[in-house]
């Protein structure tokens, strides 16, 4: 998931927005059953990266929604600290490498910090997506996470501040509360894409007020208006603000067994890439550009589209119904249950092979109460579109690098 809002790279604000409320899916139709005895232990990493760099990374049943199966969601701790030095962490933040900027529930957060003034009163944003959106204040702390820490206090949304409990008409007019739908899920988003700002230059007042999009306000007395935010101002990417280290990240998952899953799986952020000899990439590891909206060219079985690879999908969202069984009873953005695994070619644009990727039965998945499922797929229903989610992570690094630091690469890439 993602949230930009250049006008170059509004579409894929869009489309991002779409993958993540299928991800939540998972909540409505995650059916019960018994795990098979014994159950196998989760999944981890041989020989994981170390130094302070690195964080832990948890894939697990949230322990504080014990209704529904927190599937494919990466996990990792966020500390907060004010200007005075006084901190509060933060644990189960989601691993989103398809936003960018760190969004926290306003009820999580007991650490005082101040909002961001704008006009006559203070910023709050609208973080939107095709299917919805996420309301909330902003406010600046200073972020850390392992043994690395913002330079800078930086801009933090606070989704659901009970301070502004009814979104603006614009904003609600974007959908259903995202945010509502997604707390169970997670105490907050650590959005560390290829974006150092979650809207950019079509968000600041050098973007004519009719064509900006309705993402942040100035709120005062309880009334907000939609208002410009300079890049300063905006959600950001709390590895660009780090001393050293970034560049961009590396996420780093076991490989779990094919079709079933594992019952959960730890692996490692890494920050940076290249900058230590923790963070270089593999051997025989490639490059792959994105575009300015930040998607990707390549094919699925020799069909043409684009895409994106993104941890904050917790499934693939591909264009495969009706060839591919979807779920009964089917919902607004279903998942596939074929009988048989099915087994799909991905060639990304400029690979030298094709990736393979297998689609197993989801409600055959859900019925495990596994939290690591890596043949978890759903329908994008967008043509010729690919969201490659966290299952793609399974068994391989995959280095998420930001904009501006490669040139040959200037909106950023993915490399694997």
Not at 163 to 179: E, I, K, N, V
Not at 337 to 343: G, H, T
């Amino acid at each position: 998931m993602a949230m930009r809002a250049d006008s170059l790279t509004f579409r894929h604000l869009l489309t991002l927005g779409l993958a993540l409320l299928t991800s939540l899916q998972l909540t409505a139709c995650g059916g019960g059953g018994s795990s098979p005895s014994p159950v196998p232990p989760a999944a981890s990493l041989t020989n994981p990266a170390t130094g302070s760099n690195v964080v832990a990374v948890s894939i697990r049943q949230l322990e504080s929604n014990a209704a529904t199966i927190t599937a494919n969601t990466p996990y990792v701790s966020v500390t907060l600290c004010d200007a005075s030095n006084n901190c509060q962490t933060i644990p189960d933040v989601m691993v989103d490498t398809g936003s960018a900027g760190l969004r926290l529930f306003a009820n999580k957060v007991t650490l005082t910090l101040p909002g961001i003034p704008s006009g006559n009163g203070t910023l709050a944003a609208c973080a939107q997506f095709a299917s919805g959106y996420a309301w909330g204040s902003m406010h600046l702390a200073s972020v850390r996470i392992g043994g690395e820490a913002s330079t800078t206090a930086i801009p933090v949304q606070f989704m659901n501040d009970p301070t502004l409990p009814t979104a603006p008409s614009t904003c609600a007019a974007q959908g259903t509360d995202f945010a509502a739908r997604f707390a169970p899920v997670a105490n907050g988003i650590l959005g560390i894409s290829n974006f150092i700002h979650d809207c950019g230059a079509g968000c600041t007042a050098a973007t004519p007020a009719n064509q900006r999009p309705a993402m942040y306000y100035a709120c005062s007395n309880g009334v907000c208006s939609n208002t410009s935010a300079a890049l300063s101002q905006q959600g950001t990417n709390p590895i660009s603000t780090f001393a050293t280290d970034n560049n961009g990240s590396i996420l780093t998952l076991p490989s779990v067994a094919l079709p079933g899953g594992a019952i959960g799986a730890t692996g490692t952020l890494t920050f940076g890439i290249g900058t230590q000899a923790n963070n270089t990439l593999p051997a025989g590891a490639e490059v792959f550009p994105i575009d300015q909206d930040a998607y990707i060219s390549g094919t699925i079985d020799g069909v043409a589209g684009r895409g994106f690879i993104d941890s904050g999908s917790n499934g693939y969202f591909l264009d495969l119904a009706p060839s591919v069984t979807l779920c009964t009873p089917s919902e607004p953005s279903s998942w596939y249950c074929p009988s048989n695994p099915v087994v799909l070619s991905v060639q990304l644009a400029g690979a030298s092979t094709a990736q393979s990727l297998l689609i197993g039965n989801a409600q055959a998945m859900f019925n495990t109460r596994f939290t690591a499922l890596p043949a978890l797929g759903g329908n994008a229903a967008v043509a010729n579109f690919a969201d490659l989610g966290l299952p793609f992570f399974y068994g391989r690094p995959v280095a998420t690098g930001l904009e501006g630091t490669n040139a040959n690469a200037p909106y950023g890439y993915w490399a694997f």
